[in-house]
């Protein structure tokens, strides 16, 4: 699968606003300036098309993609942002959730994660509520340019150990660089995949 086209089309506080659930939709969510911007622009080849900031936590809304005229791909708030307030962070799980339950076109959402850490737990929490609420997903490890290979490897088989203790199946994975392009053509042909079914 390639992407010959990338539309911004709306962001949203509600998921109520979102476009016409018409298309098959992938999301992406991770902690905040876990790589989610420079991942998304990696995807589509386009440099400017999700913003990448250097001040996390300032995403707050679900922003939509069109692709291809085909699918759409969403940006999702990023969680774990410390200088959230209690009410933001409160207003943060309210617009996930309902979109989560709510989007009955989402397919899978991908969720990112930093390669160069061992498990989080934040992390491992949100997995868990996708769990509970029964939404697919995988994963995306981040920045393994800024890692050897090996300790991202590593990094990678923690995480999944960590989760063989709460899960009995283990998802698609994915280890990704947007600085060097890596993991570009596993992540789009699985999109291409899901999209066949
Ligand atoms: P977001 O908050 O999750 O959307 O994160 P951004 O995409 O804005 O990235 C946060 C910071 O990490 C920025 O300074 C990016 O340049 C940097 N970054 C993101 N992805 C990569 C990557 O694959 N490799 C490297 N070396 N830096 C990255």
Not at 3 to 27: F, G, H, M, Q, R
Not at 74 to 88: C, E, I, M, N, T
Request: charged residues 25%; positive net charge.
């Amino acid at each position: 699968m390639e992407i010959t086209t990338a539309k911004y089309l709306i962001s949203n506080i509600d998921v109520k606003a979102c476009p016409k659930p018409d298309k098959p939709e992938y999301a992406f969510i991770g902690r905040s300036n876990v790589g989610k911007s420079s991942l998304i622009n990696m995807l589509t080849r386009n440099a400017k098309l999700a913003k990448t900031s250097g001040s996390p936590g300032k995403t707050q809304l679900i922003n939509h993609f069109l692709i291809n005229n085909a699918f759409y791909i969403v940006d999702l708030p990023g969680y774990g942002f410390a200088k959230r307030s209690k009410v933001q962070r409160e207003e943060w799980e309210k617009m996930i959730d309902a979109y989560l339950k709510e989007r009955t076109n989402l397919v899978t959402v991908f969720v990112l994660v930093d390669s160069r850490h061992s498990p989080q737990n934040l992390d491992l929490a949100f997995l868990r509520k996708l769990g509970e609420w029964g939404v697919p997903f995988n994963i995306a490890f981040t920045k393994a340019d800024k890692i050897t290979q090996r300790e991202a490897a590593k990094n990678k088989s923690l995480f999944v150990n960590a989760m063989k203790k709460e899960w009995e199946y283990i998802p698609r994975t994915f280890m990704t660089s947007a600085e060097k392009f890596h993991g570009r053509n596993d992540m789009l042909g699985y999109i291409g995949e899901l999209n066949e079914e």
